[in-house]
């Protein structure tokens, strides 16, 4: 089942002048393999406007052809890489999709020394070069960044159709030493002069290649990044706001740097680049994304680099303030610097301080912060703040992820410009800043100030102001039976003539989607949407005969709840058809403790739930909480009450935090947390007397005792944040998500997100740790092969697992948005 991304007039422009097409269309999944809750729902979407006719699936990097950049918005080319779909689309200034780039829609080149077109898995990271930009015409066009080959892709637009593709070469292979190895190479830039730039993400460094349009013969002429004794790269850092400051002259404001070379050569986690020509200079910029800081370098004839300054810490209308977890860069013609703040949620400008013909400067000396023009945004869902209208008219400014931020140029380096009306002004000569909103799944249109001071507006939805239609590109992921974010995945087990069916909480349309074990939709389970978010979901049985099946649904603040308790976090049990059983008050439940009450309005929402029976009338219910808690509570299912017994976990202070809008990082950022505590709690499972809680960043699973929270050890080697291992074994987890234990066998499933896999154990149970404190079950094999990306059957980023009473293994995709069921005989023995 192949999502395609182009409607039938779209798909034809794609075969107009081909050169007879020599392409290799995407694999079926393997044996076994059935995907559901992303299917292609166009034809849904035909009585849209144009731009809203498709659905982005996680749309990260856009770019587009400056040529095509000179009147009307019909014959403008932009570029998205929608990695959830596999596909590069091809959209007009309009946002009206006019193309896409697929594995089986390219031809092959006739300059190609290649035989046949290349599978497309995971387009991650694109950049495109103008033939006004390119030194030679020949290295003009569209670049992508495949993360799940390893390789990076090169295509030349059709001269007798602008809108479909000719294969010219490729370079990269998976590894992490010299040459052309890659490891999840990230983002990537192409300057006129032929020079590619690629964030080899996974081996924390960048790479240079010179790329021959004679031989399309690939030569490395640089590597940067800091090595360890034996030269392999390694993530350097971590950089600490309020210590570090910028990169200058020594001082007290410097002195972390100074003491520590690794941090001007190193990066942790490269992301986004860009580069800039004035006069015969030019100019690269790599976002250092782990370490929250852009870096500035010059490019030397021969393609060395050579660093002009490092920006982190800036002002923004007077106050001090750090860039958190950047991705994207882009530049004007002037030098003028316009990066997505991912994790910030927003986007920012610093004009280059700089005259034509020498170094751009964003800083008034090497002792004094740069200064943003403006910063714009903030975290949020827009199918939350539509609900009320309270957030529904600051709309425009919620983003989730913004992955980049492009201000759009014409062939003679102007902004490209739009009239709007802005909060019942109108203005005229508008410049226009393309941002990817990954997390909304959209493209959105901001509009400068014509003196590009200050951002007037971004794309709203339907509603806000005097929009009959959403603004931005790409129709919302809220039609019925698709996912925005899963935030649980569970099975409500067979019940009589009623067959077992797959329960997955959506928590930006807060409703529980229901589907049959072989992916049909059988509508929203409790038969509407819930208020305010279902965060997790488990499933049990009372025992009291007839359909005892019951459904418990975390709600991270529940309307329903009466006066002076709306709005509370609560925990709902529903009967097995759908039915609304009862409702505890969990944080009325949680208050007056040492740890924080569970509480949406306090920031502490609830993440993850498991019940489990331990006698004929009492269960235990574990809860996780985003203040990296887990909590025990007793249902007694013969009285109906729900009492509060512990409380484990809790962060190590020493590793401090980046994921609220309080952060610092503390010396132990970077380290794996003390036993017992947790850095982005996750999923939990209970059985056999024990609780296992992933500890996400500390790429672990803490194992409690059920009766008292006492901890007992933990699965898994650990690691710090973002440490990820070359191979897959035992130990090493990247990431991990989703846990579950099969009730039969007690055998363990961990959702091994950036591994790409889903891994399975033998049963944990009433084993001891070692000496060093970890708990070590037989690692028996995983799910699936890792290079298919985001390919049906691909696992890029799995969350939630589920072991079935069917036999057969479910997950969900952070990145495809969608449900993956695999057989356990499709599993891949352990190395």
């Not at 985001?790 to 995709?813: E, K, M, N």
């Amino acid at each position: 089942m192949k999502r395609r991304a182009v409607a039938a007039a779209g798909a034809a422009l794609l075969t107009v002048g081909s050169l007879g097409t020599v392409a290799v269309a995407d694999p079926a999944p393997p044996a076994g393999v059935v995907a559901f809750a992303d299917e292609d729902r166009s034809s849904s979407l035909t009585g849209e406007v144009p731009r809203q006719r498709y659905q982005f699936s996680s749309p990260t990097t856009v770019t587009y052809d400056r040529d095509t950049m000179t009147g009307a918005p019909s014959a403008a080319r932009v570029y998205v890489a929608d990695v959830g779909n596999h596909v590069v689309r091809v959209l007009d200034l309009d946002g009206r999709q006019v193309g896409a780039l697929e594995s089986d829609g390219a031809s092959l080149d006739p300059a190609s020394p290649h035989g046949s077109v290349p599978v497309i898995t995971a387009p991650l990271g694109i950049a495109f070069l103008s033939k006004t930009e390119a030194d030679d015409d020949r290295l003009a066009g569209l670049y992508v960044n495949d993360v799940g080959t390893h390789r990076i892709h090169f295509f030349r637009t059709d001269p007798a159709n602008p809108d479909a593709f000719r294969y010219v070469t490729s370079i990269g292979q998976k590894g992490n030493g010299g040459g052309q190895d890659l490891t999840l190479p990230r983002n990537l830039t192409v300057l006129p002069q032929g020079l590619l730039y690629v964030s080899d993400e996974f081996n924390n460094r960048i790479k240079g290649f010179r790329l021959d349009p004679a031989t399309w013969q690939a030569s490395l002429v640089t590597t940067v990044g800091a090595t360890d004794a034996t030269g392999r790269h390694v993530g350097a850092g971590p950089v600490l706001p309020g210590e570090d400051k910028d990169w200058g002259t020594d001082s007290t404001s410097y002195d972390d740097y100074a003491g520590s070379p690794a941090k001007v050569s190193g990066f942790r986690i490269p992301q986004g680049q860009t580069w800039y020509r004035t006069g015969t200079r030019t100019f690269l910029y790599v976002t250092d994304n782990g370490n929250n800081r852009i870096k500035l370098f010059e490019v030397a004839t021969n393609g060395t680099l050579t660093l002009l300054d490092i920006l982190g810490r800036f002002t923004a209308s007077g106050s001090v303030e750090h860039l958190k977890r950047p991705r994207g860069v882009r530049v004007d013609t002037q030098g003028n610097l316009f990066v997505a703040d991912t994790y910030g949620g927003r986007i920012l400008r610093f004009d280059n301080l700089a005259g034509s013909g020498v170094a751009p400067s964003y800083r008034t000396s090497k002792s004094a912060d740069a200064v943003a023009r403006w910063a714009y945004g903030k975290l949020g869902l827009h199918q939350v703040d539509m609900r009320t209208p309270a957030t529904a008219g600051l709309e425009d400014e919620s983003m989730q992820l913004p992955n980049d931020a492009v201000p759009l140029l014409r062939p003679d380096g102007t902004r490209v410009t739009e009239d709007v009306v802005a909060w019942g002004t109108f203005y005229d000569d508008a410049p226009v800043v393309l941002v990817s909103d990954t997390g909304n799944h959209r493209i959105k249109k901001c509009w400068e100030g014509p003196s590009g001071g200050t951002i007037l507006r971004c794309s709203v939805s339907d509603g806000v102001g005097t929009a009959t239609d959403h603004e931005f590109w790409g129709h919302p992921r809220e039609l019925p039976g698709q996912l925005h974010y899963a935030s649980a995945l569970v099975e409500l087990p067979a019940q009589g003539t009623q067959p077992a069916t797959i329960l997955v909480s959506d928590t930006p349309n807060s409703v529980i989607e229901q589907y049959s074990t072989d992916g049909a939709r059988l509508g929203s389970f409790t038969g509407s949407q819930l208020m305010w978010g279902v965060t997790g979901l488990a499933t049990f049985r009372t025992g009291a005969g007839g359909d005892d099946r019951r459904v418990a649904a975390l709600v991270a603040s529940d309307a329903t709840l009466p006066w002076p308790y709306v709005a509370d976090t609560s925990l709902r049990l529903y009967t097995g058809s759908g039915s609304l059983a009862t409702t505890f008050n969990l944080t009325y439940r949680t208050g007056g403790r040492p740890q924080p009450a569970i509480s949406f309005l306090d920031g502490n929402l609830p993440t993850a739930i498991d019940v489990v029976a331990e006698t004929s009338s009492r269960l235990g219910v574990f809860v996780t909480t985003s203040s990296d808690h887990l909590w025990r509570f007793t249902y007694d299912r013969v009285n109906a009450t729900l009492t509060t017994d512990w409380v484990a976990g809790g962060r190590d202070a020493s590793k401090g935090q980046d994921h609220q809008t309080d952060w610092n990082y503390g010396p132990n950022f970077f380290g794996q947390g003390a036993s017992g505590t947790f850095d982005q709690v996750q999923d939990v499972a209970a059985g056999g007397g024990r609780v296992y809680a992933v500890d996400r960043r500390n790429q672990r699973i803490n194992v409690f005792r059920a009766d008292t929270g006492a901890y007992v050890g933990r699965i898994g080697a650990g690691g710090g944040t973002y440490d990820h291992p070359d191979t897959i074994t035992a130990d090493k987890f990247f990431l991990p998500h989703g846990i579950d234990l099969d009730p039969a066998s007690g055998k363990l499933l961990v959702g091994d997100g950036f591994n790409f896999v889903v891994r399975r154990y033998s049963s944990p149970a009433g084993l001891a740790p070692d000496a060093s404190g970890q708990i070590r079950p037989a690692f028996e094999g995983y799910w699936l092969d890792p290079s298919l990306g985001t390919l049906d059957g691909g696992l890029f980023a799995p969350q939630h697992v589920l072991f079935s009473s069917t036999g057969r293994i479910f997950t969900d995709s952070l990145i495809s948005n969608r449900v993956t069921r695999f057989t356990t005989a499709s599993m891949t023995p352990a190395p």
